[in-house]
């Protein structure tokens, strides 16, 4: 996985040659040159347990996912190209990954 990831400038990070950005708990992936994007919103988190040292850690849970339009001249109801929801931010990523692969070829 190390492979995919790297920084440009010490400010962003790159996922698979795309910009990945995180602010709080939304997460917005992909260049605003392509067609579209993908925006994912956390919507809840859930408290898991490892097992050295019975640590927590707070990782989310439920994830709306968008594929969005970069065209700015349409209103915004407009640019939700594709809507989802999924359980995980690792199932979320990939569907949203899968899908914005199509729509941007």
């Given at each position: 996985?190390?492979?995919?990831?790297?920084?440009?400038?010490?400010?962003?990070?790159?996922?698979?040659?795309?910009?990945?950005?995180?602010?709080?708990?939304?997460?917005c992936?992909?260049?605003?040159?392509?067609?579209?994007?993908?925006?994912?919103?956390?919507?809840?988190?859930?408290t898991?347990?490892t097992?050295?040292e019975?640590?927590?850690?707070?990782?989310?849970?439920?994830?709306?996912?968008?594929?969005?339009?970069?065209?700015?001249?349409?209103?915004?109801?407009?640019?939700?190209?594709?809507?989802?929801?999924?359980?995980g931010?690792?199932?979320?990523?990939?569907?949203?990954?899968?899908?914005?692969?199509?729509?941007?070829?």
């Amino acid at each position: 996985m190390a492979e995919y990831i790297s920084t440009i400038d010490g400010k962003y990070l790159i996922y698979r040659g795309k910009p990945l950005l995180r602010e709080k708990n939304m997460i917005c992936y992909g260049s605003m040159k392509d067609k579209y994007i993908l925006f994912l919103m956390i919507l809840s988190n859930k408290t898991i347990e490892t097992t050295d040292e019975s640590k927590k850690h707070e990782v989310p849970d439920m994830i709306l996912g968008q594929i969005l339009s970069t065209d700015t001249t349409k209103p915004g109801h407009e640019r939700i190209a594709k809507q989802f929801q999924k359980n995980g931010l690792h199932e979320a990523m990939d569907l949203g990954i899968n899908f914005l692969d199509r729509m941007n070829a």
